[in-house]
C-alpha cells in the first residue's frame, strides 16, 4: 500500500512539474 502511495505521489509531482514547466516556456510545447 505504501509503495502505491508513494508511486501516486510522484506521478503527481511528475505532472505538476509538466504543467508548471509548459506555463512557463510555451514555445517549447
Same mark, same amino acid.
Given at each position: 500500500m505504501e509503495k502505491a502511495?508513494?508511486?501516486?505521489l510522484?506521478?503527481?509531482f511528475l505532472i505538476?512539474?509538466?504543467a508548471y514547466y $509548459? $506555463?512557463?516556456?510555451p514555445g517549447l510545447g
Open positions: 502511495l508513494k508511486g501516486l510522484l506521478l503527481l505538476d512539474s509538466t $509548459e $506555463e512557463q516556456k
